[in-house]
């Protein structure tokens, strides 16, 4: 037999000896009570026997990746926190299932998930579904979406207005990403440079000395690096909002697994996980807090010192060196004044970026659903009604198409302020839901009231007269789906399904319409 057929075997045994240990010896990383941010929106029913069989289970053993909000290492406990983790207790803890977090900082993530893969460890988290990596495991759905943001030095002339601009630069990127497959179509090759997550810090170095032009990273984790290493010379550009980042749970391939995945699945539909989210995405401001308490008691122990050394010295010496600490004390202030400036203007754009859609400065997805929930609970204890608008512009593909992205995107603006200036109230929110999608959510408003204010819109929206040839008249115009539940429990994820299908009913009749039901 030749060598390099016995040699194989002897490799996989080796490798599955290092997992072996790693399990062996890992500690459990995490302390379950993270589960208690997560609620269900409606009860999931598990057969008693698949019951059985999860609780039946071996222990199962879990990798995870440095990414907040989702999963935050902490070095001094060795431990993780964050909103999968929450998600993945509080389904364990439903389905009886025992697990421990490995701690392997020695290994990649591109070698923790191949161990996920062969089935030497069952989970990874938290990733994004590629086509290579379907093939050789199980992804439950997204529980999670993100971001990916163009990052650049402070003052660069780069215009970056969507994804495809990006081929006319040097662009970074963290090797293995799910969007480095779509760079990788956009940008050509000599201009596009990986850069191993493990050594990560090595593109914000190369951005900082021109190496390359611009990074693509994920937002959120850039915003937390940005405190923790100092990096406010660099800024974010652009976020694409059109290549959003889906995370998931990954299992290593097997029967018992393909249950599991099935069954937490169930969950994910009904998991209501805000407060996780408020609480691990706030982990941010209060890093923010605490850097900047540390920047003010490191300026006064140097003042103490300075001060001592001041006493320590004669008069006359003090004197002398007056004038040269002076200086040097008001250097040092500029630069702790420019350092809290930049820190809270990162801290205000990270307060924005949470709760606000970047092209039309109306309430993003996030904050749109925050508000309903918190809406539809009111409506379940007041009984008062509860409308929502579904918006959509008709044949905006085709205004792209022909006009270009920057006209769809002044298209998408104008929509915006119409929207803005017909939901008066300071109860009433207008949000982008994505892509041309519209919502408004109008509290304590009937049906007729919430017709009326849909047919203004429809009506104001006309009154911009921007072209679209694929109308009749040919202007802009959009469809609009009425949806209003006064009494009862029908859910949030069936109220958004009634407003898709008057959405739907809208363009059925012509587009340009209005079509309203009750629940």
């Known amino acids: 037999m030749p060598l390099h057929s016995l040699a194989r075997p002897l490799l996989r045994g080796i490798a599955a000896l290092n997992v072996a240990f790693t399990v062996a010896f890992a500690n459990p990383a995490i302390a379950c009570h993270g589960a208690q941010n997560i609620r269900l929106l409606e009860p999931v029913t598990v057969d008693e026997q698949q019951l059985a069989e999860f609780h039946a289970m071996p222990k199962l053993t879990v990798y995870a990746a440095s990414a907040p909000p989702l999963t935050r290492f902490h070095e001094d406990t060795q431990s993780y926190s964050g909103i999968s983790t929450d998600i993945f207790c509080f389904i364990a803890n439903e389905l009886g299932i025992d697990f421990t977090m490995l ?3 020695s290994k990649t993530v591109h070698e923790k998930i191949r161990d996920v893969q062969t089935g030497d460890v069952d989970v990874f988290m938290p990733i994004s579904r590629t086509a290579a990596r379907e093939k050789l495991g199980l992804f439950t759905e997204p529980y999670y979406e993100s971001y990916y943001a163009v990052l650049a030095r402070h003052g660069s002339p780069f215009s970056i207005k969507s994804i ?3 081929a006319n630069y040097k662009v970074g990127v963290v090797k293995g990403v799910a969007l480095e497959h779509t760079l990788q179509a956009i940008v050509p090759e000599s201009q596009l440079h990986s850069y191993d997550i493990a050594t990560g810090d090595l593109m914000f170095q190369a951005l900082r000395e021109g ?3 611009v990074a693509v990273y994920n937002e959120t984790v850039f915003i937390e690096k940005q405190f923790h290493q100092e990096l406010f010379d660099l800024e974010i550009i652009y976020t694409l909002e059109n290549n959003p980042r889906a995370y998931r749970y990954y299992f290593s391939p097997s029967a018992e697994h393909k249950q599991l995945v099935q069954v937490t699945d169930q969950y994910l539909a009904v998991i209501d996980a805000s407060a996780s989210i408020h609480i691990h995405e706030g982990a941010q401001r209060q890093f923010f ?4 308490q540390q920047r003010d008691q490191q300026f006064w122990l140097e003042l103490a010192s300075v001060s001592g050394a001041v006493l320590a010295v004669g008069f006359y010496v003090a004197f002398l060196r007056y004038r040269r600490l002076s200086a040097l004390l008001a250097d040092q202030n500029s630069h702790i004044r420019q350092q809290q400036h930049a820190l809270q203007a990162a801290y205000e754009k990270l307060e924005a970026l949470s709760l606000t859609d970047s092209l039309t400065g109306l309430s993003n997805r996030r904050h749109f659903e925050q508000m309903l ?3 539809y609970a009111r409506n379940q204890r007041t009984a008062s009604p509860l409308s929502l608008l579904f918006i959509d512009i008709d044949y905006f593909k085709s205004i792209n198409d022909h006009f270009g992205h920057t006209v769809g995107d002044k298209y998408l603006c104008s929509v915006a302020k119409v929207l803005d200036n017909s939901t008066t109230r300071a109860t009433d929110l207008a949000a982008r839901y994505g892509g041309d999608e519209f919502l408004c959510l109008l509290p304590d408003t009937a049906a007729q009231n919430a017709v009326k204010v849909a047919e203004r819109i429809t009506h104001n929206i006309a009154e911009l007269a921007l072209p679209n040839p694929w109308t009749d008249p040919p202007q802009l115009t959009v469809s609009i789906g009425v949806i209003t539940t006064v009494g009862g429990n029908p859910g949030i ?17 012509g587009r340009n319409q209005v079509s309203s039901t009750v629940i």
């Open 211 to 213: 190496a390359i032009d």
């Open 289 to 292: 807090q605490r850097y900047e």
């Open 373 to 375: 929930s918190y809406e």
């Open 103 to 105: 701690v392997n900082d």
């Open 493 to 509: 994820e069936k109220l958004m399904a009634h407003g898709d299908a008057q959405l739907y009913t809208a363009k059925k009749l």
């Open 164 to 166: 495809n601009d990006l």
